[in-house]
């Protein structure tokens, strides 16, 4: 019977797989997929002190960078401030696949720069979600 557990297996479509390789298979599948068709050319730009960290070397990264109206949900919407304002303040997000990038460590106030959209707009760092298990996930103010 498809989905069924025996022996601590999840068995589906006939295959037996231990549950928490499926977990992570189908996890890491979902991830991928989205990347696949909506990442893109970040340029990651570590800032120590308003100049460059030179104990984080710049590196380009595919990644998830969501502005504009993409942004509803994830970002904090606190203090009162409508999505909509925030929006209108330059904010996005920028999620990164920890399986595909797990050396990745941001820090408020780096830049980035995305490659793939018109005129290559810069965002800065404001905030770093690194407890989400498949997704670093930064808060961005417009540069």
């Keep these: 019977m498809p989905g069924r557990q025996r022996g601590g297996r999840a068995h589906s479509m006939g295959i037996a797989m231990p549950i928490s390789s499926s977990f992570r298979a189908a996890r890491d599948a979902v991830v991928s997929g989205v990347d696949q068709r909506f990442a893109e050319r970040i340029r990651l730009s570590p800032m120590k002190n308003e100049k460059a960290d030179p104990d984080r070397p710049q590196v380009v990264i595919m990644a998830v960078l969501r502005t504009g109206d993409e942004t509803a949900g994830p970002l904090d919407v606190s203090g009162g401030r409508s999505l909509h304002s925030r929006i209108a303040a330059g904010k996005a ?51």
């Design 93 to 143: 997000a920028l999620y990164i696949d920890r399986t595909e990038y797990p050396d990745i460590v941001l820090r408020k106030k780096d830049k980035l720069r995305a490659l793939d959209r018109p005129g290559e707009p810069v965002f800065e760092v404001s905030t770093v979600d690194d407890r989400n298990h498949t997704r670093l996930i930064a808060g961005l103010n417009q540069a």
